[in-house]
């Protein structure tokens, strides 16, 4: 079953089309990898899931409900990290929480839950300023995370953070679906990542989806095209390239 499908979905901004009638089908409780290089239209895309930008064509639903129909059931299903998280810096981690957990009328306890989720309790009452990258990076996972929302939507949580934070945040995100019974969807444009987590992924270049499908269906499809396959991230590249010489770009 899918948890999350689009229909021709669609983004264009004046004359120039930043995701150009997608069809993605992302089963429930899986990890599903969102690749492609900065620009490709990844984050128009989950924005659209979050009702932060409207779509000019197509639709999409998210857990049998449908955009714009049920916009607000689906916001409460669904936790979000996009972009660089925001907080406050003269309050604990802690307090962060506590904030959005107010404003999802969620009971007391699920601000702990989520700390102890992400390894941050023994840091919760330290001013948020003065965590590190990392422990940024990992309050803003426990705030999409707060209140356990079926589906997560998280771009490029890995962004900026050293070998030992990539790992540990990969590691949390590998282990949701199995732990909370819900699907991630994440971003982001290194495929030797998302190779380490994901079960399914989708592939956009400039708004167009060029691939949709499990790691191995993913090799084999690159076998037939004659593209390298010793190495995912090689596959990935010259999957790229191949669609920007076919659209006349270059990178």
Do not use: W
Not at 110 to 125: D, N, Y
Not at 132 to 158: F, H, N, V, W, Y
Not at 171 to 185: A, G, N
Not at 201 to 208: K, R, T
Request: hydrophobic fraction near 40%.
């Amino acid at each position: 079953m899918n948890i999350i499908e689009t229909t021709n979905l669609t983004k264009s901004y004046a004359d120039f089309t930043a995701v150009a009638g997608i069809n993605l089908h992302i089963p429930k409780s899986t990890v599903y990898g969102f690749l492609g290089p900065n620009g490709a239209g990844k984050s128009t895309t989950m924005k659209m899931f979050l009702g932060l930008t409207k779509p000019t064509d197509g639709s999409f639903t998210i857990n049998g409900k449908r955009y714009p129909e049920n916009r607000v059931e689906i916001l409460k299903e669904v936790g979000s990290f996009i972009e660089a998280p925001a907080f406050y810096g003269n309050l604990s981690g802690e307090e962060n929480l506590e904030i959005i957990r107010k404003i999802l009328g969620l009971p007391k306890s699920s601000v702990e839950e989520a700390l102890e989720i992400v390894g941050l309790t023994q840091f919760k009452k330290r001013l948020a300023k003065k965590y590190s990258l990392g422990m940024k990076q990992r309050l803003g996972l426990a705030s999409a995370l707060i209140g356990k929302p079926p589906i997560l939507i998280l771009d490029e949580p890995t962004n900026g953070l050293d070998p030992v934070g990539i790992h540990e945040i990969r590691t949390l995100i590998r282990s949701l679906p199995e732990k909370f019974d819900c699907t991630v969807l994440v971003s982001s444009h290194l495929l030797s990542e998302i190779e380490l987590m994901a079960d399914n992924v989708g592939i956009l270049n400039h708004g167009h989806m060029l691939f949709e499908g499990t790691l191995d269906e993913l090799k084999s499809s690159a076998a037939s095209s004659g593209y390298p396959t010793d190495n995912l991230e090689d596959t990935f590249l010259a999957l790229i390239n191949s669609d920007n010489q076919k659209r006349g770009v270059v990178r």
